[in-house]
């Protein structure tokens, strides 16, 4: 996978898919970019997926140093700068909606527009999750943890239905250490404040029986954020955009193609092996990359 550099010299990875302008997708706390396999394809027709590997996941440099969802933010800009895209529309789930609230409020001109999934604003104005949740999670039993997250991201009926496999339950290659530190990062995010000065049109989306994160926290989202949509799905859980893809895909879609004309640049960087010839929002000085 390609890389670019963070700041601090972190090598932060990237998968690109698709053809057309740019699309961000940021995956959950713990997770990599394979949280969005099964669903990749309903957006790889009319945009350049850019998936990212957070610091300490997948094939990103894992050091062992204080995390935060504006970190993780600011990883994304360099990938951005990396592929020499000026504007992108920004797609963030669970951790990732988090991390996508920072970019839009830091670096407006970076966000065309901002969806928000199954996420919250943070600090203590948010709505946390049940004591029975947090006990289920904390066991020291990998098969009783497991067994609990599905029913957390998941409906029985689907589960029983679906072969698998399931990539929404964390990075297994993950160092303890970095799991540690994706944990303390999304449970210090507190963006409210903030969150008033985001200016590209946001969508946010819930499932209404959402225990890992409640749906109250889509409400407040969408009273911060100015101009706001919320979206909710009824009786799905945490992973609604992977159960319920055939109402949750379609509706990004329409949401992201009524925000106006793309008019954002596409992947052209030395890494952007996907980017499919020239594009008149290249970057000067930004030459397409041949396909591989």
Known sequence: ???????????????????????????????NHHWWDRVRGDFDASYT??????RGTGESDTPDVPYSTRGFADDVRAV?????????DVYGTSMGGRVAQW??????HRVRALVLGCTSPGGPRSVE????????????????VRSALLDLMYTPGWLAAQPGPVTTLGDPAMPPFARARHLAASGQ???????????????????TDDRLNPVANAH?????????????IPGARHAYFD???????????????????????????????????????CRPGHEPAARR
């Not at 951005?80 to 992108?88: F, I, P």
């Not at 999750?129 to 009783?144: K, N």
């Not at 507190?190 to 049109?201: E, G, M």
């Open 49 to 54: 997926t850019i998936a990212v590997d957070f």
């Open 103 to 108: 970019l839009a409020i830091d670096h407006p």
């Open 129 to 144: 999750r049940d004591q029975s949740v947090r006990r289920a999670l904390a066991v020291d039993q990998p098969a009783a």
């Open 220 to 232: 407040l989202l969408m009273e911060r954020i100015p101009d706001a949509t919320l979206l909710l």
């Open 243 to 281: 159960e319920f893809r055939e109402i949750a895909g379609p509706r990004v879609l329409s949401f992201l193609a009524q925000a106006g004309p793309a008019g954002v640049t596409a992947p052209t960087g030395r890494d952007a092996d996907q980017a499919r010839g020239a594009s008149p929002h």
């Open 80 to 88: 951005l700068d990396e592929l020499g895209v000026d504007r992108a």
């Open 1 to 31: 996978m390609p890389h670019a550099s963070a700041a601090d010299g972190t090598r932060i990875a990237f998968d690109l898919r698709g053809a057309g302008p740019p699309l961000v997708l940021l995956a959950g706390q713990a997770n």
């Open 189 to 207: 995010h507190d963006a409210w404040d903030s969150l008033p000065r985001i200016t590209a049109p946001t969508l946010v989306i819930h499932g």
